[in-house]
Each structure stands twice: as structure tokens, then as C-alpha cells.
């Protein structure tokens, strides 16, 4: 890593070369959307990049893998970038094994995908452990330095290459070998600055530990001097280094990778003084086995970052405002697919963003990392950038970078303050009548003291010296009921911040509740009540009065009752205070504010035990309720069934038990009562009417509907039934007949039931079969059937002769036996019939033998 100077941004606050001098003027603090004046006061510059905050260092940056561009890489070890004068950007990066330069061409901006081109070794001139490069500018020129070689191969004899570019990176480079300058011993980093009118530079020596010190005069036309510095700060086999100036002196940081620690150099003002060095340790124990580091400065401060090579993660350290601090490291894991990650490059802006490339050894791969900005505020490339404004409050880094890509490359950096604008609201008091309101001046952001302007609606007011959180004084008294509206205008604080407000508030004087107590009575029995009468305020009401012993508290809705506790005498009550909802009380004044309750007794009542009634009972009169204790007044009956006299009507009331009550009301009006249960007896269930159709003769059973085992049963008629005082008795008739079921249950309560058993017909008569039959052909009697038997359904009808032969079969009851079988004559005798049927009757079976006459 060369320098934290040699960035596309940024934080250096010294320039690197003093013919360019980066400068700027700005505010110290504004207000938020306030515009920001910018004055450029940079000498010498020819490109300028603005950045108007920082980006958060805080967090894991954002990462991509790039891939292997063009497939060249192979062990990919240090890189360089810069513009040329086409505004394009580009890369050189160093393969160790092979000493292939790579170049990298990324077009317009940093951020796009670059394309490869593999430039060689110039005749072997690079050595096969191609290590550190840097690229500069002198006099029109571009010049690569590049350092390596360690006596472990063909081609590795350590040196120092000069790539001559001419004026174009886009040019073909020619190589010169300078050889071995300084002891380098597999140099593995180089950096290069001009300081007054000469180029300086330093290497790291892996082999022996030692740092070479070059001097290259004004330009790169004829190879350097070096001298070897030997080991300074304890470094074991330093594989990278950074450098930056820092409050005008020269620091170095370099990785051990051996040991997993860092070593400061410290230069003071000059690069040419001998470096005084300490070897600061592995802070926060994140690294294992550091490859690289870089250093960067902000306005807050030292910022760096280190790449582990076994690891494969990278390390924040920062330093605060001290460089020569111990640093408080993070580690941020492994960030964009890293794979021995051997270098890390220069940092670079592109608009409030902050990147850094990554070279992936193990893997040939590029890794850009990101740290974003603010997304809202947008970076400038004009040399004098146009008033930046702010929408939030906070401390920004305004950071300009100068030469983009030249080397005469520096920047400058500025802190400026943005304040909040001052946000606050008036608080308007609601107070009773008597009390005096207070108008509260609240913030909520701004910096005290803070002046407010409003108005009253009528007039307009200034307030001064407002801590933001206290009452303000009133422009006048505020001390009868009613409302003032106070509208909040504009809020300044001591910033010079300023806010313009509609926001509004009211100052409300509530007047008094106002009411009173009445009442004149009260009976010995009941709870005593008085009535309060609201004549203002906001309900609910709280009441509080006092019968001069004890104080009562009473929530109201507005105008009612206030029941107390019986009285054993007639008593005085006095109201005490009046409370509505906005919590305004009323102690004295009252409309009504004492009353007297005179104590009437109470009638004592008795109301005797009844007994239970059948649902069916006629109305009747009950008198059992009586006042028991002489006073003169009126009873009455109430409750279900009964009237105000005592007239009960069971049908009314309904079956089930009722409550009826016996109210007494004393000439002083006073009542008293007394209750007692009725119970209305159920009739006991039965079936509905009944009409059963069967054919006379035919025994069937009748139920009346009732099965309590308690119940009795009373049939009429009797005769006709096998019990007359069963609930499902077995009834014979030969003709219609009406049976009466009387039912009785346990509470002697009855229900009638009715059964009509309609017979219109005798099944035996109806139903015949004839006993013989003549098939004579005469017409009459000709053939065997019960086609008499109207409507039946046949199940079978057989005729058999004394052999048993089936002689005759059918199932309709319209067909009727001929006497013949397969169409012969059958002789004259008995023939067995068999009939199974079903008619209205029910089931019919008849058998028996027809003669058949001839």
C-alpha cells in the first residue's frame, strides 16, 4: 500500500506537492435548509472533486468481486490507478510468479467493469516476484516504478524497473532495468513523493526485515540512490505498508506478517529524516497473518484498514485524532469473496462514496469495496461548487480533492455543523374560574434560549430569552370565563435557526359547577334520597355532602338520585362541594345547599304461604296478604295472574311457580312488602283426539297419551275394553264407537282425552271366500275368486287338488279358478285354497277347501 495521499478523494489535510494548494471557506455551523456558500481557495489546481459528507466507516461496506478481468491474472500482488489526460482511468497490477504486467482499462469511471491487456515483462526487465508499483506524472510524462525480485528463481535478482509510458497511459511502455539500489532483498512495496524539488522513495526488504530509502532528484530520467535504513521498529518480514501526512508530519504504518503486528514510523516534518520507529502490537488481536494496510485521514480523524492473508478478512483500525495512538480495532469478515487477499489499494471517491480495490492472490481476482455516503446530497466536479443544503441536522465533512489522478494529487477537508431547525408548540392551560391560566412555550428540537412570535387575533406579540420548556409571560391578564386562541407564528433559536408555524392553542377558563340538594321525606325501612338539580357545568358531577357526622361522595350523570343509608331519625344534609369533569369544584353558593329529611315509619307486611293450583282452576280471590303492625294505608296485590285486588287466574298466570307480591303503602306513604310463591299445576299431558279406522271384530289397543306412573286413568265406555283403568286398555268393536280417557295425576289435577274407533265394516263378512263353485257355463258361479274383496294387495292365491298339484296361482285379485288345469277339466271334489292378503283390514290369511260341482 504507497499512500493513503494517492487517493481519488481525499482526507489528506497537507498537500503531497506545493506548487498545488487545496483550500476551501465555509460556515462553521447552518441552519438545516439553509443553503451552505462554499469559497474555493485552492492555488494551482486543474480538477476538482467535492464531497459534502462522509461516508459511514461504522458499518461492513458494501462488496463486489470483479472476477479475473480478461482471465490475465495469475498471483496478482500490488496495483496502481490513475486518469490520463482522455479522462479514462486506469490500472496496473503485478503478477508475482510470472512478472507479467498487467494493464486495466476502466474507461470513464472507477466503478465500471475494466477490460485487460497483458503488457509482458519487457524482456524479462520485470523480475518473476513483480511485487510494489507506483505511477506518477513528471513534466507530461507517466513513469511506473516497480520493485521485486528476491534471488529465489530465474529472473529474480532484486531491482528496480522504470516502465516510461510517455505522455499517455495508453501508450506502449518501454522498461528499464536500474538494478539492485539500497540492499533491496525481495522489496515487496515502493513508495514515491516529491518533497520541495525532488522525488523520495522507500521499500520494504521480506528477506532481511529492512526498510531501503531512495532518492530519484526531479524526475525519473536517471536511476535513484538508495541506502538500506536496516531494521527500524522490529518488523518481521513486512509484507505492505502505507503512508500519510498527517498535521504536517510524515507516518508510516507497516504489516508484519510474521509476527501479526503493526509497526509506526514517524518522520516528523520531513521524509528525508530517519524514521523513529515502534512496533505498536496486534491490536484487538484481528490480525493473522496482515498482508496490507492503508491509512486515510477525515476530518474526524485517522481511519485504516488491513487485509489477513489466512484469514481472508479484513480490519478496521481507527486511530481517533492521534495517529500515534494505540488504534480500537473491528474486524468486518470476509468482504466481497476474498481469497488471500494481498493488497489493498489507495482510496478513491466517486460522488459521497468511498472504494477501495482488493487483490485476490490465491483466487486472481479484483475486489471493489464500497462505503456509502449520503445518497442525497450529490457530489460536485466543478472547481467552484454551487450553496449545498441540508435537510438533517448533524456534523458533515465537506472534503475536496484536487488533481484527480495527477501527481500533484492532494485534498483538503472542512467540518461543518448543521443545526436543527428550532420545532416547538404552544401548550394552552384549562383552569377553573378563580385561577390564573399559564400559555407553556414547548420545543422538541433547537437550540435555547428561543425568541417566539405570535398573536391573540388581534394583536401581535414577541417573546425573548424562552428556555423552551417553561411558562411564558401573558400580554394581558386573563381572569373571567371563556377562551383565548394564541396562534404560534415563527420560533428562532440562539443559532439564528428559524421555524414558521401555524400551530395554534387555546387558553380556557372553565366556570364553576353550580347545583343543589332538595328532598323532605325519608321512611324508617327504605335508604334515604335526596335529589341534586345541576344548574352548570360538564358532567359527570361529583357530589359531597355531609349529615353532620359522616361526609358522602356521589358520582351523578347529570340530574338524580342520591340514595344514603337508612335513617333511625329524621336528619340534616348540607352540600359540601360540587366537581364536574374538568375537574373545577364549587365550595360555597350553592343553589340549593342544605335540606331536611323528616323520618316516617315503615308498615310492616306479611304475606302467607298459598297452595298449589291445578292450571284448570276457575279465577279465585287470595287475601293472605296483610299489614301486621296497625298503620293505616292500601295494599295491593301484583305479579303473574293476579290483579291489584287479589282476583288469580291460574290460566293466565300459567303453569309453573310465580312470585306474587303484596305492596302495603301507609297513609305518610311509606311502603312495605311482602311476597309469596303460587305454583300452577300442569294437567297432566295426553294425547291429542284420536280416529282409528279398523274393521269391526278386530281387537285393537287405544292409549290415552299419559304414562306417569302416578297418574290414574277412568275409561268410558267400559264394556268394550279389556281395563278401563289401564292407560293403553285393548278395545273390540263392531261398529263406530267414542271412548273418554279422564287422566289424574299425583297433584289431582285432570286431563280428558278422546279415541274413536271407526269400524263400518265387519272384516268377517266383507272378506268371505265362497265354499264351492259350479263351472257350468251358466253364468253363475262359473269360476273361484275374491274379486269381491274390492282394493287388496294379493301375496298369494293358490288352489291345490288331493295329490297337492298347484292346479291354479295368481297374484291378481281380479282372476279368478276355471276348474280346468293346462286346459283340461278338472273332476268334481275338494280342492285346498290357500290366500294371503292385505286389505284395509290389515292382513289377511284364509285356507280352506272350495267343492268344485259339476
Not at 494548494?21 to 481557495?41: D, K, L, R, S, W
Not at 532518492?215 to 502505507?242: E, K, M, Q, R
Request: charged share 10%.
Amino acid at each position: 500500500m504507497r499512500s493513503a495521499l494517492f487517493v481519488l478523494l481525499l482526507f489528506i489535510i497537507n498537500p503531497l506537492y506545493p506548487q498545488v494548494t487545496a483550500g476551501f471557506t465555509t460556515v462553521e455551523h447552518a441552519c438545516v435548509n439553509t443553503p451552505v456558500i462554499i469559497q474555493n481557495t485552492t492555488v494551482g489546481g486543474a480538477n476538482y472533486y467535492w464531497s459534502f459528507c462522509a461516508a459511514d466507516f461504522n458499518s461492513t461496506p458494501e462488496s463486489i468481486n470483479l472476477g479475473n478481468p480478461g482471465g490475465l491474472f495469475s498471483t496478482p500482488v500490488f496495483s496502481c490507478y490513475a486518469q490520463d489526460d482522455n479522462k479514462n482511468f486506469y490500472g496496473l497490477v503485478c503478477s508475482y510468479n510470472s512478472g507479467h504486467l498487467i494493464r486495466l482499462n476502466f474507461g470513464n469511471s472507477l466503478l465500471n467493469n475494466p477490460t485487460a491487456e497483458d503488457l509482458g515483462t519487457f524482456n524479462d526487465a520485470l523480475p518473476n516476484q513483480c511485487e510494489g508499483i507506483q505511477l506518477l506524472r513528471v513534466n507530461g510524462r507517466w513513469t511506473a516504478l516497480i520493485v521485486g525480485g528476491g534471488n529465489q528463481a530465474v529472473n529474480s535478482s532484486p531491482r528496480i524497473v522504470k516502465i516510461d509510458f510517455g505522455s499517455s497511459l495508453t501508450s506502449t511502455p518501454a522498461a528499464t532495468n536500474w538494478g539492485n539500489v539500497g540492499g533491496l532483498n525481495l522489496p515487496h512495496e515502493l513508495f514515491v513523493a516529491k518533497e520541495g524539488s525532488n522525488y523520495y522513495g522507500f521499500a520494504i526488504n521480506v528477506n532481511d526485515n529492512t526498510i531501503t530509502q531512495l532518492s530519484f532528484g526531479p524526475d525519473f530520467t536517471n536511476p535513484p540512490t538508495g541506502v538500506n535504513l536496516g531494521n527500524i521498529g522490529n518488523i518481521n518480514y513486512p509484507a505492505g505498508f502505507t503512508f500519510v501526512n498527517y498535521q504536517q508530519n510524515w507516518y508510516a504504518l507497516i504489516a508484519n506478517r510474521v509476527t501479526n503486528s503493526l509497526t509506526r514510523l514517524s518522520f516528523g516534518a520531513s521524509l528525508q529524516n530517519t524514521p523513529v520507529g515502534v512496533n505498536i502490537g496486534n491490536p484487538g488481536g484481528m490480525l493473522s497473518f496482515p498482508r496490507d494496510v492503508s491509512l486515510f485521514t477525515t476530518c474526524d480523524g485517522v481511519y485504516g484498514f488491513v487485509v489477513n492473508e489466512t484469514s481472508n478478512d479484513l480490519v478496521k483500525l481507527n486511530f481517533g485524532t492521534d495517529i500515534t495512538s494505540a488504534p480500537a480495532a473491528t474486524n468486518l469478515g470476509n468482504t466481497g469473496n476474498l481469497s488471500f487477499p494481498h493488497s489493498i489499494s489507495d482510496l478513491f471517491r466517486v460522488g459521497n462514496d468511498i472504494y477501495a480495490f482488493i487483490l485476490n492472490n490465491s483466487n486472481n481476482t479484483l475486489t471493489r469495496i464500497r462505503f456509502a455516503g449520503c445518497q442525497d446530497i450529490p457530489g460536485s466536479n466543478v472547481k467552484d461548487p454551487s450553496p449545498v443544503t441540508y435537510q438533517r441536522a448533524g456534523l458533515y465533512n465537506i472534503n475536496l480533492l484536487v488533481d484527480l489522478g495527477l501527481p500533484t494529487q492532494t485534498s483538503f477537508c472542512r467540518q461543518v455543523r448543521i443545526d436543527p431547525a428550532p420545532l416547538g408548540m404552544f401548550k394552552g392551560d384549562t383552569v377553573c374560574y378563580g385561577s390564573s391560566p399559564v400559555l407553556l412555550f414547548a420545543t422538541t428540537d433547537g437550540t435555547a434560549p428561543f425568541s417566539v412570535e405570535y398573536d391573540d387575533g388581534s394583536n401581535s406579540y414577541t417573546q425573548n430569552n424562552l428556555d423552551g420548556h417553561s411558562p411564558m409571560i401573558l400580554p394581558h391578564p386573563l381572569t373571567t370565563p371563556g377562551s383565548t386562541t394564541f396562534k404560534l407564528h415563527t420560533i428562532t433559536d440562539v443559532n439564528g435557526c428559524k421555524t414558521t408555524s401555524n400551530l395554534s392553542s387555546k387558553l380556557v377558563i372553565n366556570p364553576l359547577p353550580q347545583g343543589g340538594i332538595s328532598g323532605s321525606r325519608a321512611c324508617s325501612a327504605d335508604s334515604a334520597v335526596l335529589y341534586f338539580t345541576a344548574g352548570s357545568g360538564i358532567q359527570p358531577f361529583q357530589v359531597q355532602l355531609s349529615d353532620g357526622v359522616s361526609i358522602y361522595t356521589k358520582t351523578l350523570e347529570g340530574n338524580g338520585q342520591i340514595k344514603l343509608k337508612p335513617l333511625s331519625a329524621s336528619t340534616d344534609y348540607s352540600l359540601l362541594a360540587i366537581t364536574d369533569s374538568t375537574g373545577c369544584i364549587r365550595t360555597s353558593g350553592f343553589t340549593s345547599p342544605a335540606v331536611n329529611l323528616h323520618l316516617y315509619t315503615s308498615p310492616t307486611v306479611e304475606f302467607s304461604p298459598l297452595e298449589g293450583v291445578c292450571y284448570n282452576k276457575h279465577p279465585f280471590m287470595i287475601t293472605a296478604g296483610q299489614e301486621i303492625s296497625g298503620l293505616a294505608g292500601t295494599g295491593l296485590y301484583s305479579g303473574a295472574g293476579i290483579d291489584a285486588q287479589g282476583n288469580f287466574q291460574p290460566l293466565r298466570a300459567g303453569a309453573g311457580t310465580h312470585m306474587l307480591i303484596y305492596t302495603y303503602t301507609t297513609d305518610d306513604g311509606c311502603t312495605g312488602a311482602d311476597s309469596t310463591p303460587m305454583v300452577v299445576y300442569s294437567l297432566p299431558p295426553v294425547a291429542p283426539a284420536q280416529t282409528i279406522d279398523v274393521c269391526g271384530g278386530t281387537p285393537i289397543r287405544i292409549s290415552a297419551g299419559s304414562t306417569g306412573r302416578r297418574n290414574s286413568y277412568s275409561w268410558t265406555p267400559a264394556f268394550l275394553l279389556s281395563d278401563a283403568t289401564s292407560p293403553d286398555p285393548v278395545a273390540t268393536v263392531d261398529s263406530t264407537t267414542m271412548f273418554i280417557a279422564q287422566v289424574t295425576d299425583s297433584n289431582g289435577c285432570s286431563s280428558l282425552d278422546t279415541v274413536v274407533i271407526n269400524a263400518p265394516v265387519n272384516s268377517k263378512t266383507v272378506l268371505a271366500v265362497p265354499n264351492s263353485f259350479t263351472p257350468n257355463g251358466d253364468g253363475h258361479n262359473d269360476c273361484f275368486g275374491i274379486q269381491r274383496w274390492g282394493q287388496v294387495t294379493v301375496e298369494e292365491f293358490s288352489v291345490f287338488n288331493r295329490h297337492g298339484a298347484r292346479v291354479f296361482s295368481t297374484k291378481n285379485p281380479s282372476e279368478c279358478w276355471n276348474g280346468t288345469y293346462n286346459g283340461e277339466i278338472q273332476p268334481t271334489g275338494g280342492y285346498v285354497y290357500v290366500i294371503r292378503a292385505r286389505s284395509f283390514c290389515g292382513q289377511v290369511t284364509r285356507t280352506g277347501i272350495v267343492i268344485l260341482v259339476r
